[in-house]
């Protein structure tokens, strides 16, 4: 008789566990195999371009900034219905980001959020105290569904020349309640750690690609501002993409006009 060997299989990304296989099994499946194979990842995440997606930003920096280990799948947009229907082959929602794991399918920035949170609690993406999460998840929501004046006037593109324009009277107002919200948190939390709640978590996420537009637009902002947007820039998922950003070639002319 064989002897027994043990095998690892990658339990999700909970645990391991292990069951008992011949030598042959073990030659078979570990020995011959690539550990890339061997240990898949089951996680994927669908974005578009990175010098202008900043919803696919949010996401990936939650992942990345975590060593959640995932794999990139890149459509770039508005380049014709070929990479439409690569989007809509894996979401019906027709839009980037998206989540794969395994059978599920998580679509918009804020709930792949909400769902790595719960798929991985150890990262902590929202505070433990109930008082601080509520807090977290107010200034998320309201980045989620709010400034649409500052994202239509001052989109993320890191290619483009940092240069200030004349802004709305309501892009002005977006840009006055965030630099609130920053201040709030730094204020309230500051001797925690030097993001929005301490650690990083899914707040700085969610207002990652306001610190390239305000970057970019040469915005004015108060110095505990901009120490928190330096902070940003320091973690190095922050750099990861941005450098990724910056070596991109493909150009979308819509958001080259500004």
């Not at 790595?116 to 998320?140: K, M, N, Y």
């Not at 730094?186 to 990652?208: E, S, T």
Request: hydrophobic letters at 45%; aromatic letters at 12%; a neutral charge.
């Amino acid at each position: 008789m064989e002897s027994a060997r043990l095998k690892l299989y990658a339990g999700g990304f909970f645990g391991l566990f292990v069951t008992p296989v011949t030598r042959r099994e073990f030659e078979a499946n570990c020995l011959r195999r690539p550990t890339r194979e061997f240990f898949e990842v089951a996680l994927k995440l669908v974005i578009g371009n990175k010098n202008y997606s900043s919803w696919s930003m949010r996401p990936w920096l939650a992942l990345r900034a975590n060593n959640i280990a995932f794999d990139e799948v890149f459509i770039p947009l508005y380049t014709g219905e070929a990479d439409k229907k690569r989007i809509l082959s894996f979401t019906h929602s027709g839009k980037v980001p998206a989540l794969i794991d395994g059978d599920v399918t998580v679509w918009d920035s804020l709930a792949i959020i909400e769902y790595v949170a719960e798929r991985f609690p150890q990262t902590r993406l929202w505070p433990e105290d109930p008082a601080r999460r509520a807090h977290a998840r107010s200034i998320s929501a309201e980045m989620h569904s709010g400034f649409a004046a500052l994202r239509n006037e001052c989109g993320m593109n890191l290619h483009r020349p940092v240069r200030a324009i004349a802004l709305s009277a309501d892009a002005r107002a977006n840009i006055e309640r965030i630099q609130e919200i920053w201040t709030e948190c730094r204020d309230r939390y500051g001797k925690i750690g030097p993001f929005l709640f301490g650690d990083f978590g899914a707040a700085d996420a969610m207002f990652a690609p306001v610190v390239h537009r305000f970057r970019t637009y040469a915005i004015e902002v108060a110095p505990e501002v901009q120490a928190y947007m330096d902070t940003m820039v320091s973690l190095s998922a922050f750099q990861e993409w941005t450098r990724a950003a910056l070596a991109e070639t493909l150009v979308i002319e819509k958001f080259e006009t500004v």
